[in-house]
């Protein structure tokens, strides 16, 4: 799932573009910058199809960002046999994951600051993605960290048993 999230340093807007894994809530591909391009986005894409963990058929899910919808962005996705997926609108709610991280981020880690200068953002946006990933435990992945439900090959099993549980 792929958003992008304003940062603030003074007088002068940031942006962090995120690639979060549904399944594991891990932030597995980001880019700061200080435009919306689509191609600082596709350097986000880029770092999250370079890890790729999973054998799996992918989907890529944005909203509709000119960005995602650009022809280079689309057609990475395309050559690295990934699906694309977007909201039928600009709602929110049809972007839940990412908007829970951005979230988590900017409240959490104080990401919503207004920082003195870049390298300070810099060094936040850091520390709070490497934290985030490895000391989140959430309630969505068994208590389980990103890192840790990202190697989970069962994750899958373990939300179908624990849906079961719940619906019974």
Same mark, same amino acid.
Not at 87 to 106: C, M, S
């Given at each position: 799932?792929?958003?992008? #999230? @304003? ?6 807007? @940031? ?13 597995? &591909?980001?880019?700061? =910058? ?5 191609? +600082? ?15 799996? $058929?992918?989907?890529?899910? =944005? ?6 919808? =650009? ?6 996705? %395309?050559? %690295?046999?990934?699906?694309? %997926? ?5 709602? /929110? ?16 880690? &104080? ?15 850091? $520390? ?8 989140? /435990?959430?309630?969505?992945? &068994?208590?389980? +960290? /990103?890192?840790?439900?990202?190697? $989970? /090959? ?5 939300? $179908?048993? #624990?849906? +079961?549980?719940?619906?019974?």
């Amino acid at each position: 799932m792929a958003d992008i #999230t @304003y940062l603030q340093v003074k007088q002068k807007h @940031y942006y962090l573009h995120l690639i979060t894994d549904a399944y594991s809530k891990r932030i597995v &591909g980001f880019k700061r =910058s200080d435009n919306m391009q689509a191609v +600082t986005t596709l350097e986000a894409l880029e770092m999250a199809i370079s890890e790729l963990e999973y054998k799996e $058929q992918l989907m890529h899910h =944005s909203d509709r960002g000119l960005q995602y919808c =650009s022809a280079i962005y689309t057609q990475k996705l %395309s050559n %690295s046999n990934i699906e694309i %997926s977007m909201t039928e609108e600009y709602d /929110p709610y049809e972007n839940t994951v990412v908007e829970r991280v951005n979230g988590i981020l900017k409240e959490e880690f &104080g990401l919503d600051d207004v920082f003195e200068n870049y390298e300070l953002l810099e060094l936040q946006v850091l $520390q709070s993605i490497v934290l985030y990933n490895q000391l989140i /435990p959430l309630a969505s992945i &068994g208590l389980l +960290t /990103p890192n840790q439900a990202h190697k $989970q /090959p069962k994750l899958k099993t373990w939300k $179908q048993k #624990t849906y +079961t549980k719940l619906m019974l």
